[in-house]
């Protein structure tokens, strides 16, 4: 811990390129993810920020195939529903995207909040309890930058159900899935969203920042 202050211009410009080429990934190429790769980039999870020092996040491995058919059930049924949302162009665009590696990524991992954990004795969840939530959410990039840094892809998937995915894979009460995570390495690299390249939507051209 010898550095203090900024680091080196190398470093943050390398910082920026790694932000730039962090994609939610959906393809990857069957190729395994050694298991020490693995645990290095989990072990970005603590580093992260959590309100109260509560340190909210919870992993499930989802490594049985029952457990990977069920998931995998469970997003073909909410994907089917979710395309039902949409007419016209705009249908069969959904139709056409592909929003989730799960048949193919070779690490799959559910991540939940414990809404109920003691740590942290409540400091700043009074009033905002979600803040728990946001705290898992801050873990996950950590995690999404350290195996982008490693050359793996991490792709987030939220077309579920939650409550039926808790079931199959019986987590414990009181634990809120903040999303389920295809892990391994990509079948390809790119600096815009795969979302932007399918003509679904596009970056905003400014941030949306304000005075007041
Ligand atoms: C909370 C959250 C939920 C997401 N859920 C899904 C999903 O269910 N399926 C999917 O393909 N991408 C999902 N994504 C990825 C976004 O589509 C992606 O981040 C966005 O299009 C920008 O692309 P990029 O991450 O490559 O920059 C999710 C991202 C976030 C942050």
């Known amino acids: 811990m010898e550095l203090r202050g900024a680091f080196p211009e190398e470093f943050r410009s390398q910082l920026d390129l790694l932000m730039r080429l962090r994609r939610d990934v959906r393809r990857f190429r069957s190729v395994p993810v050694e298991e020490a790769v693995l645990m290095r980039c989990l072990s970005a999870i603590p580093l992260a920020p959590s309100v109260g020092l509560s340190e909210p996040w919870r992993i499930l491995r989802v490594d049985s195939d029952t457990a990977r058919a069920a998931a995998?059930?469970?997003?073909?049924?909410?994907?089917?529903?979710?395309?039902?949302?949409?007419?016209?162009?705009?249908?069969?665009?959904?139709?056409?995207?592909?929003?989730?590696?799960?048949?193919?990524?070779?690490?799959?991992?559910?991540?939940?909040?414990?809404?109920?954990?003691?740590?942290?004795?409540?400091?700043?969840?009074?009033?905002?309890?979600?803040?728990r939530r946001y705290s898992v959410v801050t873990a996950v990039t950590l995690f999404w930058l350290a195996l982008r840094a490693e050359g793996l892809g991490l792709g987030w998937v939220s077309v579920l159900d939650p409550e039926q995915l808790n079931r199959d894979l019986a987590a414990p009460a009181g634990w809120q899935l903040i999303g389920y995570f295809c892990i391994g390495y990509p079948e390809r690299q790119s600096d815009t969203p795969e979302l932007q390249e399918a003509g679904w939507e596009s970056r905003m051209a400014d941030l949306p920042l304000q005075t007041r």
Request: hydrophobic fraction near 35%.
């Open 72 to 131: 995998l059930r469970n997003f073909e049924k909410a994907n089917a529903e979710a395309l039902k949302g949409y007419s016209d162009d705009r249908a069969s665009k959904y139709a056409q995207l592909k929003l989730s590696g799960m048949r193919d990524a070779p690490v799959q991992l559910a991540i939940y909040c414990d809404d109920e954990t003691a740590q942290g004795h409540g400091l700043g969840a009074a009033t905002m309890p979600e803040m």
